[in-house]
T-cell receptor, first 112, second 116 residues
Framework: SQQGEEDPQALSIQEGENATMNCSYK?????LQWYRQNSGRGLVHLIL?????REKHSGRLRVTLDTSKKSSSLLITASRAADTASYFC????????????FGSGTRLLVRP | KAGVTQTPRYLIKTRGQQVTLSCSPI?????VSWYQQTPGQGLQFLFE???????NKGNFPGRFSGRQFSNSRSEMNVSTLELGDSALYLC???????????????FGPGTRLTVT
C-alpha cells in the first residue's frame, strides 16, 4: 500500500498560473522526492529534498518539507501546457532506504 | 548517456501464461529496481537487485521473480498470470545501492502488460 497521500487528486489551471500540490506521508524518512509522469509512461525525477532541509528550488519548482507534520508541497510557478502530467511524491523511509514509497499522485492539467 | 530501456513496451498475455520483461539500466548503474503501477494500488515496489543479488523484495507473491546479470541488465518474470497482473511495470536504476545517499532513481518507459 502507498505510504503517502497527495492532495488534490486532480488540478486544472490556466497557463501562467501557479500549481501547488501537497503530499503527506506516514513514517520517518531519509529524503522525499518528486517525480513527473506523462500519460502512463516512465517517471522523471524532478527534485529531491533531504530530511534536514526545509525548502529547495530548481528552476520553476519549489519544494518544501515539514517533517514535524510529515508533509511536503510542490509549487510549479508560471505553469505551461507542457507541465500537464501526473506528479508523484516518493519517500525513502529511514528503515528501508532501498525503495521509494509513492504517493497517490496529482493529475495536473494546464490549459493553454 | 543512454537512459534506462525496457523491452517489450507492450505485451498481451492470457491467464495462466508466464511473461518475462527485460530492463537495461544506465551504463555504470549497478542497482536495478522494479515497480508495478496499477490504477487501484498505484506505484508499488517489487524488488531490487544489486550486483546480481536480490537485496530486497516487496509484498508480492512468489509468482513474481527476477534476476540480474553480470552486466547489470535485469529481467523480471511473472508466472501463472492473473487478470490482476495487468499493469505498467517500471524498471529504475541508480548509481549505488540504497537511496539515502545519491537518492534519485532513473526510470525506464515501462512495459504495459495486459492479461486477458
Amino acid at each position: 500500500s502507498q505510504q503517502g497521500e497527495e492532495d488534490p487528486q486532480a488540478l486544472s489551471i490556466q497557463e501562467g498560473e501557479n500549481a501547488t500540490m501537497n503530499c503527506s506521508y506516514k513514517t520517518s524518512i531519509n529524503n522525499l522526492q518528486w517525480y513527473r509522469q506523462n500519460s502512463g509512461r516512465g517517471l522523471v525525477h524532478l527534485i529531491l529534498i533531504r530530511s534536514n532541509e526545509r525548502e529547495k528550488h530548481s528552476g520553476r519548482l519549489r519544494v518544501t518539507l515539514d517533517t514535524s507534520k510529515k508533509s511536503s508541497s510542490l509549487l510549479i510557478t508560471a505553469s505551461r501546457a507542457a507541465d500537464t502530467a501526473s506528479y508523484f511524491c516518493a519517500t525513502v523511509p529511514m528503515d528501508s532506504s532501498y525503495k521509494l514509497i509513492f504517493g497517490s499522485g496529482t493529475r495536473l492539467l494546464v490549459r493553454p | 548517456k543512454a537512459g534506462v530501456t525496457q523491452t517489450p513496451r507492450y505485451l498481451i498475455k492470457t491467464r495462466g501464461q508466464q511473461v518475462t520483461l527485460s530492463c537495461s539500466p544506465i551504463s555504470g548503474h549497478r542497482s536495478v529496481s522494479w515497480y508495478q503501477q496499477t490504477p487501484g494500488q498505484g506505484l508499488q515496489f517489487l524488488f531490487e537487485y544489486f550486483s546480481e543479488t536480490q537485496r530486497n523484495k516487496g509484498n508480492f507473491p512468489g509468482r513474481f521473480s527476477g534476476r540480474q546479470f553480470s552486466n547489470s541488465r535485469s529481467e523480471m518474470n511473472v508466472s501463472t498470470l492473473e487478470l490482476g497482473d495487468s499493469a505498467l511495470y517500471l524498471c529504475a536504476s541508480s548509481l549505488a545501492q540504497g537511496l539515502a545517499g545519491v537518492g534519485e532513481q532513473y526510470f525506464g518507459p515501462g512495459t504495459r502488460l495486459t492479461v486477458t
